[in-house]
């Protein structure tokens, strides 16, 4: 069974290409099901409805998020009409929305839910592993394979997850950072790990936004609109093939779609 995970979808350039790759990539390959991070789908920040639903019909099974989760206004209202996508499941208590999606495919059931690191990062969220510890275990006979996602700045709290559910998930992959790591493997006991998927937005940028305005902002410490970005826009992400009888998996791949 194979499954598409991509990483941050980044504004109208990247559900554009969704809507261009996702459904041909899909068919060519053989994919099962496919996940999108869509927490900057909505101008680069956040989700709504519609354009969760937008994403939905270019072929995404599932969409999980991140510290953007909130800023698009209306949006924990709207989030409880949304059946297969989820918030982090670490925000405090309080916050609406899933704590995961399950999902299936050929008999097969597939659960994906994401946690928030916590180093250098804004939001003040519960421990992201013990959190996975509680849904992991609401999910025993729920799932018969889970796609955990860390949404984090450190590689060193990516990993650390990783090691934490070998052999528990499918597979763990990391997103947050836009940029896309080559550490792909399968762990001792039979998990996929990634620290990040990477983007699925515009490359000629500076993490999806416009890069003179970034560069600019840096360089001189005012603040400034960033606009999303528009040119070199790919999908980036990872391909997990797994066993259907264990859970288990047996590869991970990263991808990089162009138009
Ligand atoms: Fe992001
Ligand atoms: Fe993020």
Redesign the pocket.
């Known amino acids: 069974m194979k499954i598409l995970f991509l990483g941050?979808v980044v504004g109208r350039p990247g559900r554009r290409a969704l809507a261009d790759l996702v459904p041909a990539y899909r068919e060519a390959e053989g994919v099962d099901l496919v996940l999108a991070n869509a927490?900057?789908a909505a101008g680069g920040s956040g989700l709504t409805l519609k354009i969760a639903e937008e994403i939905r019909s270019c072929g995404v099974d599932a969409m999980t998020l991140?510290?953007?989760v909130w800023k698009q206004r209306g949006f924990d209202q709207d989030i409880q009409k949304l059946s297969r996508v989820c918030r982090p499941a670490n925000l405090p208590p309080g916050n609406p929305g899933r704590e995961f999606v399950v999902l299936e495919a050929d008999g097969f059931r597939l659960a994906v839910f994401t946690v928030l690191g916590r180093q250098f990062m804004n939001l003040k969220v519960d421990c992201p592993y013990r959190t996975a510890d509680r849904i992991m275990s609401e999910l025993d006979g729920k799932a018969d394979g889970v796609i955990a996602e860390i949404?984090a700045e450190a590689t060193s709290e990516k990993i650390a997850m990783g090691w934490h559910l070998d052999g528990r998930a499918t597979a763990i992959v990391g997103?947050?950072t836009h940029v896309q790591t080559a550490d792909g493997r399968v762990l001792p006991k039979g998990s996929a790990y990634l620290t990040d998927l990477g983007m699925s937005g515009p490359h000629d940028s500076v993490i999806g936004r416009d890069k003179d305005a970034v560069l600019s902002s840096f360089m001189d410490s005012r603040a400034r609109r960033f606009a999303v970005a528009g040119e070199d826009v790919r999908l980036c992400g990872c391909v997990i093939e797994l066993d259907k009888s264990t859970g288990n998996a047996q590869s991970i791949e990263t991808v990089q779609l162009t138009a």
């Open positions: 941050d927490e900057n991140g510290d953007h949404h997103t947050h």
